[in-house]
């Protein structure tokens, strides 16, 4: 017989009691869980929620809390920040949960673009287009171009709040020297390169395919540099057609040429960015370059500060023979963004919190993490950095790119945005083949 | 009425939410405001979706494979653990450690053992179709031997002595004692262990999210998976909702089909029939 | 087969038989292996562990790793599995045992209703009724709570409960019943007095079974809950995939550390739970 008891078996009384006792003990226990679950809801008169992703670098954000709760912005407006630090894999689907339940954090952290724009449908952002306005210290405190880029539809529902993140093709000096390399300019050039890593048994590039964001950045470049920023704009503002461009397909082949030569070695879809896998293998020597966002300089100074210090190399992506793209054109996120809640119980509070992004303090604090400030008076800053020689590289690589554009699963919907990266994922596996892979990719609306 | 509370609360916290679920699969919500009735489009939507042909495709497939893995293992250890010895008491103690682990415990102790450049196997196994899909279902395996093991071995020892002296006399060997008695002397064993294990394999899920995330590309996108990402990746919650209108479908009939197998139903009448 | 003379063999099973006692060794390596790499990689130092091979012992054994876990939230988020896993069995036994009672005494359309209810219950995936049950818990001001986690988690563990109990119940002869109908005993008092005394075997049965519910819940806190508060072990040891990164051997003591505890319960009292889970078995 199925879930029977095999040992039935005659007990005392005293095990009734103790069960009941137990039993009202549990009642009261819940009781009081429900009294401790909501406390910490939205709408209490001072705490500021802010929801931020967990990373190596949230000490900036954590320090200008700690500055603002102590400030007399603070007390004016009555309110303290409260920071959430939501690990980082699961921080979009966190925020879209918590955004639907009366949990709602009363400030959050974005990419701008696709990533809020399901809120700002759903009114629950608060528009910040006057407020910048009328606020001298938000409207002249960053670069007009950022700022904008986190607008929607002309309307600015953010404000910069790290640093600027291009993807950058980083490399590790110690082997280039070993190997008497020097950072190439065009695709030839870098295929080149290939073949003499592979022969002296260097992966050429790590990549953490577990992620598949990284994967996605060799498509962005490898479509801009083959044919222009165009390409990817047509596709941004909804028209599916535009992945049948030629310069897809041909990315795409690219890619898999790439993967067939080994350029990636063989590991590479088990392998993780965020869990700090691909930068490990990156500064031992086993790769010898990475194709990431300029955040890789602090993610490296966190976790191997001497290989940050002085074996980290960086170059812009090269040309491709034949293409269409400048290699002056950029990749990446322009910066992430503080968007308020339109439900939250202290806007005052919120809104100053959000002013402590233009001050100098907070840009020197980005600087100290090895980012690059947004704000307008950054360039000036720079020098302290811990690595002027970067910092400033980046700042001109943003400054003269002719186009900036914002990394695929951002700019898109996150309804497009997850199929795209299955896609991606496929292409990079072996899973799909070019072809099949912009069939795909022109299927989805 | 004393069942009142507990059938509210069921009704409540279980069955209110499926019944929501079939609602939801009619409407369009992104997790933000209130869900938009939409007709049949989530319906059409996965009628012609390739992947979840697939996905159904690799939840049979893991549910045979673990089902069949698991049985083998538990039966023979289990037969085996029922015999009095010292050492197999000390050894079934042993056996049994992997279940005390949670689920996801077990999940990340193997994510870091297949680890590529941290492990124990310096391969990439997860990231080929094969590797991934075995590394599920031995991981599923290694958390539910244990388990079932302890099922076949309370079995075995039910079985009456008699049978096998009787056997003995007639000059039966062990290998034959163990096809002619054994066996079919465990066939209710052997169908309350398949029944947890067929409806436990279908929520596979952390381990799939946290060794594969459905990987490669899509070919270890179980069911569960690919209702999580329609829902907590893509936030079309409609859709997830239709997708799992459609798994409890599923789960509904294989149970139906179980019951009629081994006469779950019958249990009403235990003691009407003595 | 040569003939024996059967007199002499006191038990089939005690012959000694190599085929499966070299099959049981080979599952003990299978068993074993895994759980001494995880030990050992645990205690290597983790600039060490890149590249090295997680079965050669540590060379400099170090417990800087379960030191970083312990700082992390590890005893908080073991204190929350407990009292989720505490709240769960109380709840399952307050609502089961009546209604077991119930659908195995009364004969009524009702009764047997409600347990055809629990017996398709054992079939619904707790996966697919997130979305709505997500809903639910934000309408309701639960969501972050870990009231979230528990209630769900309590119905969910319900069907198997009820059956465990219904067949333990049809156990008690209906002599007793009668006996003490005679005695002039009400129905609180047959429940007090003779059912819960007679049906230890199969609370307890329901009891680990519950408790184990909330040990391995994942899916529910996952996305119920999001801030540490009322973040349990399974997402504490998952968020830890993120938080500690390439730090190997810090998430391998996570594990190890979550499994202490349940260890030292499995070794006082051993018999109670392999007997409890026999009888999720059945006979």
Redesign the interface.
């Known amino acids: 017989m199925l879930f029977m008891d095999p040992n039935t078996s005659n007990g005392g009384r005293t095990f009734s009691r103790r069960w009941v006792l137990g039993a009202g003990a549990t009642t009261l226990l819940t009781t009081g869980l429900t009294a401790c679950g909501s406390s910490d809801s939205t709408g209490d008169s001072g705490t500021v929620t802010a929801f931020v992703y967990g990373d190596d670098a949230v000490k900036v954000q954590v320090k200008a809390v700690t500055r603002f709760n102590a400030s007399a912005a603070a007390k004016k407006a009555k309110g303290k920040i409260k920071l959430e630090k939501v690990p980082g894999a699961e921080y979009p689907a966190k925020l879209r949960t918590a955004m639907g339940s009366p949990n709602a954090p009363d400030v959050f952290f974005n990419w701008g673009g696709g990533s809020i724009k399901a809120y700002q449908e759903a009114n629950q952002l608060v528009d910040l287009t006057d407020t910048i306005k009328s606020d001298p210290v938000l409207s002249g405190g960053f670069l007009p171009s950022v700022l904008a880029a986190g607008a929607l539809k002309g309307k600015n529902y953010g404000i910069p709040m790290r640093g600027m993140q291009p993807v950058i093709l980083f490399y590790n000096k110690t082997v280039f020297a070993a190997h008497k390399l020097q950072p190439p300019t065009t695709w030839a050039g870098l295929l080149d390169i290939n073949k003499k890593l592979k022969a002296a048994g260097i992966t050429p590039f790590a990549l953490g395919g577990a992620d598949i964001w990284p994967e996605l950045m060799w498509l962005e470049y490898l479509v801009d540099r083959i044919g222009g920023p165009s390409v990817f704009d047509k596709i941004k503002n909804g028209d599916a057609s535009g992945w049948g461009d030629p310069a897809v397909l041909k990315a795409a082949e690219t890619v898999k040429q790439l993967i067939d030569d080994g350029a990636f070695g063989k590991g590479f879809s088990s392998v993780s960015y965020v869990n700090g896998g691909a930068p490990a293998v990156f500064a031992k020597g086993k790769a010898a370059m990475h194709l990431m966002g300029s955040w890789e300089y602090s993610t490296q100074l966190g976790k191997f500060p001497d290989f940050a210090k002085s074996n980290l190399g960086w170059f812009a992506f090269p040309k491709y023979e034949g293409g269409a793209g400048d290699i002056r054109n950029v990749v990446g996120n322009p910066t992430n963004y503080w968007s308020v809640n339109a439900r939250t119980g202290n806007k005052d509070a919120a809104i100053a919190f959000l002013r402590d992004c233009a001050s100098e303090a907070y840009a020197k604090d980005l600087v100290a993490n090895g980012d690059i400030p947004t704000t307008s008076n950054a360039e000036k800053l720079l020098d302290s950095s811990p690595n002027p020689e970067f910092a400033k590289f980046q700042y001109q690589l943003v400054q003269q790119a002719p186009a900036f554009t914002l990394s695929w699963d951002q700019a898109v919907d996150p309804d497009v945005s997850t199929p795209m990266l299955t896609e991606i994922n496929k292409l990079f596996v072996g899973k799909s083949s070019p072809e099949q892979f912009v069939a795909a990719l022109k299927g989805l609306k | 009425m004393w069942a009142v509370p507990g059938v509210l609360f069921f009704v409540f916290f279980a069955v209110a939410p499926m019944v929501l679920a079939v609602y939801l699969s009619f409407t369009t919500w992104n997790g933000l405001g209130n869900p938009k009735p939409v007709g049949l489009a989530n319906w059409q939507k996965l009628l012609h979706d390739s992947r979840l042909t697939q996905s159904l495709t690799v939840t049979v497939l893991l549910t045979v494979t673990s089902w069949a893995f698991q049985t083998v293992v538990s039966l023979l250890l289990g037969v085996w653990a029922a015999g009095r010895q010292r050492n197999r008491a000390v050894l079934s103690a042993i056996f049994f450690v992997p279940f005390l682990l949670s689920s996801t415990a077990i999940a990340l102790l193997f994510y870091a053992l297949l680890d590529p450049n941290f492990g124990v196997i310096h391969q990439d196994t997860l990231g080929s179709t094969s590797g991934a899909f075995l590394a599920i279902v031995f991981v599923g395996g290694w958390q539910f031997i244990p388990f079932h093991t302890l099922i076949y071995q309370g079995g075995a020892r039910q079985i009456p002595e008699v049978l096998y002296q009787a056997a003995a006399i007639d000059g039966a060997g062990r290998y034959r004692q163990f096809f002619s008695i054994t066996l079919p002397q465990l066939r209710n064993t052997a169908t309350t262990s398949s029944v947890l294990m067929i409806v436990g394999s279908l929520t596979y899920f952390e381990t799939v999210l946290i060794l594969t995330q459905g990987g490669p590309g899509t070919d270890t996108a179980i069911l569960p998976y690919l209702m999580y990402e329609a829902g907590f990746k893509s936030y079309d919650f409609g859709y997830a909702s239709a997708i799992a209108t459609f798994l409890v479908v599923i789960a509904t009939a294989l149970s139906l089909v179980l019951v009629r197998l081994t006469g779950f139903g019958a249990m009403r009448s235990t003691r009407e029939g003595m | 087969?040569p003939?024996q003379p059967?007199r002499r063999?006191r038990?089939?099973?005690?012959?000694p038989?190599p085929v499966?006692g070299l099959?049981?060794l080979l599952?003990?390596a299978?068993?074993?292996?895994?759980?001494y790499?995880?030990i050992s990689?645990s205690l290597t130092r983790q600039d060490k562990?890149?590249?090295?091979?997680?079965?050669k012992p540590p060379t400099d054994p170090t417990f800087a790793n379960y030191n970083t876990v312990l700082h992390n939230g590890f005893g908080h988020f073991l204190a929350n599995t407990a009292?989720v896993a505490?709240?769960v069995?109380?709840?399952v036994?307050?609502?089961?045992v009546?209604?077991a009672?119930?659908?195995v005494r009364t004969r009524t359309v009702?009764?047997?209703a409600?347990?055809r209810?629990?017996?398709?219950?054992?079939?619904?995936?707790?996966?697919?009724?997130?979305?709505?049950?997500?809903?639910?818990?934000?309408k309701l001001?639960?969501?972050?709570?870990?009231?979230?986690v528990?209630?769900?988690t309590?119905?969910?563990a319900?069907?198997?409960s009820?059956?465990?109990l219904?067949?333990?119940l049809?156990?008690i002869s209906?002599d007793l019943y009668e006996a003490m109908a005679l005695d002039g005993a009400s129905?609180t008092r047959m429940?007090?007095?003779l059912v819960?005394?007679?049906?230890?075997?199969?609370?307890s049965?329901v009891v680990i079974y519950a408790a184990l519910q909330a040990?391995?819940g994942?899916?529910f806190p996952?996305?119920f809950t999001?801030?540490?508060?009322?973040r349990v072990?399974?997402?504490g040891?998952?968020?830890?995939?993120?938080?500690?990164?390439?730090?190997?051997p810090a998430?391998?003591a996570?594990?190890v550390l979550?499994?202490i505890p349940?260890?030292a319960v499995?070794l006082v009292a051993?018999r109670a739970l392999?007997?409890g889970?026999?009888?999720?078995?059945?006979?």
């Open positions: 087969m003939e059967t063999r038990h089939w099973t005690r012959r038989n499966a099959g049981s599952w003990l299978v068993v074993i292996v895994p759980i790499a995880m990689a562990a890149l590249g090295n091979n997680a079965l009292l505490a709240a069995v109380g709840i036994l307050v609502l089961c009546p209604l009672y119930v659908a009702w009764s047997s409600a347990f209810l629990f017996l398709m219950g054992v079939a619904i995936p707790a996966q697919a009724v997130v979305v709505p049950l997500y809903l639910m818990i934000a001001d639960l969501y972050d709570s870990l009231l979230a528990i209630l769900p309590a119905a969910f319900m069907p198997v009820v059956l465990i219904t067949g333990t049809r156990d209906e129905a429940l007090f007095q819960i005394p007679m049906t230890k075997g199969g609370i049965t040990w391995n994942f899916l996952l996305i999001q801030s540490d508060g009322p072990l399974t997402l040891l998952f968020n830890y995939v993120s938080q500690f990164g390439v730090n190997i998430l391998l996570s594990v979550s499994g349940i260890f499995y051993r392999v007997g889970l026999m009888g999720v078995g059945g006979k």
